[in-house]
C-alpha cells in the first residue's frame, strides 16, 4: 500500500500546471469548453469569494483563487465539468504573454 500511494504522489507531482492568477482573482475572462461543457470563469472584486457550482468549486478552491464567478454552460456531467474548468485556467496568460504576443512593453499594458 505505501508504495502504491508513493507511485501517485510521484505520478501527480510530473502532471502540475501553471495557472496565472492576480493576487485575489483571476486577470481576465476565460471560456472552457470540453466535450459538450462550457465553463465561463470571470474576474471577482475582493471579498466576493468563489461563486461556483460543486465540480466547478472544488477546482477553483484547489488551485487557490479566492474571488471568481463561475457560469457553468451545456452539460452539467460533473467529469466533463471539470475538464471545462481546467482547460479555461490553462487558458489564463499572465501580462508577460500578452505583451510577447502583441509586441509591446509590459508597461504599457
Do not use: W, Y
Not at 508504495?3 to 485575489?24: D, M, P, Q, W, Y
Amino acid at each position: 500500500m505505501p508504495s502504491a500511494i508513493r507511485k501517485g504522489i510521484e505520478a501527480a507531482k510530473k502532471n502540475l500546471r501553471r495557472v496565472h492568477v492576480l493576487e485575489t482573482t483571476i486577470a481576465h475572462q476565460v471560456l472552457g469548453v470540453f466535450s459538450s461543457s462550457q465553463v465561463l470563469l470571470k474576474p471577482a472584486p475582493q471579498g466576493t469569494g468563489v461563486i461556483a457550482g460543486g465540480a466547478v468549486r472544488a477546482v477553483i478552491t484547489a488551485c487557490g483563487v479566492p474571488n471568481v464567478l463561475t457560469k457553468s454552460i451545456g452539460r452539467r456531467n460533473p467529469h466533463n465539468v471539470v475538464k471545462a474548468t481546467i482547460v479555461a485556467l490553462e487558458s489564463l496568460r499572465d501580462r508577460a504573454q500578452v505583451a510577447e504576443l502583441r509586441g509591446i512593453a509590459v508597461e504599457k499594458l
